[in-house]
């Protein structure tokens, strides 16, 4: 069965430093998200991205977080100067389509520790 | 506000027992309701979804869940637990003028031999 795959499982940086957390969505999905979740938080939205484009973006994607599809198949979250408040969960999601019936089927997810 | 609510944390239930996580909502009109499961290590698993039609819903792992628009609510049951189903559990709701999902809290289950 197809699935996410994102890459790494953990990471580890230092306050200021700049970090990429990969996702590699299923393969004939088109429609591709990332979300967040804070130790004990809910999961939130963060960004969603079809055709090369920001679709929609939450309040806490800031100039200081970037998304990009580099390739046909790698989808990238990039925090340029991370923040303490930046440690927590990132998963990345994708699906077929945009219509809140679709079903978004989520990675393992990257854990974030910002020293 | 709008909002999904999962008033339980954390429930601890013997195996072979029933179990009902809640999830309640509170939107002007009926969104679209999932129920995610997330396994130690593993991503968010959908086990199933409402839309529309028949409000009880039949899942992967022997999950059923039942939309209750008088209550808004969308509770997630299953007769019989197995160890296997110890994992955290999250409500999440889509709406037609976003493409986020909106997520409960989540439920924490435990399950005790």
């Known amino acids: 069965e197809p699935e996410v795959t994102q890459t790494p499982s953990h990471q580890v940086t230092q306050m200021g430093q700049e970090v990429i957390l990969r996702c590699v969505p299923i393969?004939?999905?088109?429609?591709f998200y990332w979300y967040r979740q804070i130790l004990g938080q809910k999961v939130e939205f963060l960004v969603s991205?079809?055709?090369?484009?920001?679709?929609?973006k939450s309040e806490i994607f800031d100039d200081q977080f970037s998304v990009e599809r580099p390739d046909g198949s790698n989808f990238t979250l990039k925090i340029r100067s991370t923040k303490l408040e930046d440690s927590a969960m990132y998963f990345c999601?994708?699906?077929?389509?945009?219509?809140?019936?679709?079903?978004?089927?989520f990675g393992p997810g990257t854990r974030l520790l910002v020293l | 506000a709008q909002s999904v609510t999962q008033p339980d944390i954390h429930i601890t239930v013997s195996e072979g027992a029933s179990l009902e996580l809640r999830c309640n909502y509170s939107?002007?009109?009926?969104?679209?309701l999932f129920w995610y499961v997330q396994s130690p290590g593993q991503g968010l698993q959908l086990l199933l979804k409402y839309f529309s039609g028949d409000t009880l819903v039949q899942g992967i792992k022997g999950f059923e869940a039942e939309f209750k628009r008088s209550q808004s609510s969308f509770n997630l049951r299953k007769p019989s637990v197995h160890w296997s189903d110890a994992a955290e559990y999250f409500c999440a709701v889509g709406l037609d003028n976003t493409d986020k999902l909106i997520f409960g809290t989540g439920t924490r289950l435990q399950v005790f031999p």
């Open positions: 939107y002007g009109a009926t969104p679209y």
């Open positions: 393969s004939n999905h088109l429609y």
């Open positions: 991205f079809y055709n090369n484009e920001i679709s929609e």
């Open positions: 999601a994708s699906s077929g389509a945009a219509t809140a019936k679709e079903t978004q089927y």
